[in-house]
């Protein structure tokens, strides 16, 4: 049982430390109408090394392609763009991703109008075709944030390891529904500061602060573990409520690349956290599920378990602190 343990949790580091924490992974679609009917694309799509994924965007039949495509690799995606002009212009007409049907991502869309006016959407290997909208409705607003925030959660691993190390930490059901609750108070206020831009602070430095409070809440564990009590064991929705405010700078990072209407700004900002907050609490039924499963089945000591767990966050942790710091 140790050596099925060791293997296990040798994997899930491996897995974890080659994994980008932070990084929304579907392809990207933006489009900037530059003219009446003239629209310059970007055209962004995950790659590794020399490798991109065989994802390509077809425009109405109309539409004619002013300008050649010119691209290469910026970091973990490849890039290209071009321009063209769609006689009678884009709304109401469809855009299709050729590719998007066999893989498992998602393609976000982001049309900008002369007007400033924009429209985000999310395309779906079930359907990965994306009906230019004549006019924005609250509802296809409201929708398509929600599902960006949950997407956006459950792919920020940094997130959901501090919020799983919060379970660790805390045995008391009604302490540990405060802290996270004010976990989410935290971070809901900083995410809309930040996107309002009523305040901004540099992502890089964000990202690895958002490391550091995760080794903090690992040493928190082990040391609890050992009996030492301090004021983060004794009120840890006061830990939980700073670092959040931290988190929330890291959504918002993210909303900021995927862009706000210039119409229901605060309903896109709502239902984006909503989302966020809809996929947190699904992390966090899935995780108590899973450790009440453990406990039931009692194939190894628990507590042992528990003891390695916060070793294993905690160098993960440790392990981007580093390469974020790195990267700066």
Same mark, same amino acid.
């Given at each position: ?111 900008? &109008? ?14 990965? &075709? ?9 509802? =296809? ?102 670092? =959040? ?24 900002? %709502?239902? %984006? &956290? ?39 966050? =905690?160098?993960?942790?440790? %392990? ?6 790195? =990267?700066?």
């Amino acid at each position: 049982m140790s050596r099925f343990l060791g293997l296990f949790f040798w994997c899930l580091l491996w897995v974890t430390c080659t994994a980008n924490a932070h990084e929304l992974r579907p392809a990207f679609l933006e489009i900037n109408e530059i003219a009446p009917e003239s629209y310059a694309i970007t055209w962004k799509v995950p790659a590794r090394g020399e490798y991109k994924m065989a994802l390509s965007v077809h425009l109405p039949d109309a539409c004619q392609q002013m300008t050649d495509p010119v691209g290469g690799h910026i970091d973990t995606a490849y890039v290209s763009r071009w321009q063209v002009k769609c006689p009678g212009g884009l709304s109401g007409k469809t855009v299709f991703i050729g590719g998007l049907s066999s893989t498992f991502t998602d393609a976000l869309a982001k049309l900008t &109008n002369l007007d400033g006016t924009t429209q985000t959407s999310r395309i779906a290997p079930s359907d990965p &075709n994306l009906t230019i909208a004549k006019s924005l409705t609250p509802w =296809g607003t409201a929708k398509t944030y929600f599902f960006l925030g949950v997407q956006h959660i459950l792919e920020g691993v940094d997130h959901l390891l501090f919020v799983f190390a919060l379970l660790l930490l805390i045995r008391n059901p009604r302490m540990l529904l405060l802290t996270i609750t004010s976990f989410t108070v935290a971070h809901s206020i900083t995410l809309a500061i930040a996107s309002l831009d009523v305040a901004r602070l540099p992502q890089s430095p964000v990202e690895a602060l958002i490391a550091l409070s995760i080794m903090f809440v690992a040493a928190e564990i082990i040391r609890s573990g050992r009996g030492r009590r301090d004021l983060s064991s004794r009120y840890p929705w006061i830990i939980s409520f700073v670092f =959040g405010l931290l988190h929330g700078f890291g959504f918002a990072g993210a909303l900021r690349e995927i862009g706000l209407p210039q119409k229901d700004v605060p309903l896109a900002l %709502f239902t %984006f &956290n909503l989302g966020v907050e809809a996929g947190q609490l699904a992390f966090v039924a899935i995780a108590l599920l899973a450790v009440a499963s453990f406990r039931l089945v009692r194939l190894f000591d628990f507590s042992r378990m528990h003891f390695w767990l916060a070793y294993l966050i =905690g160098t993960v942790s440790a %392990f981007w602190f580093v390469q974020r710091v790195a =990267g700066f």
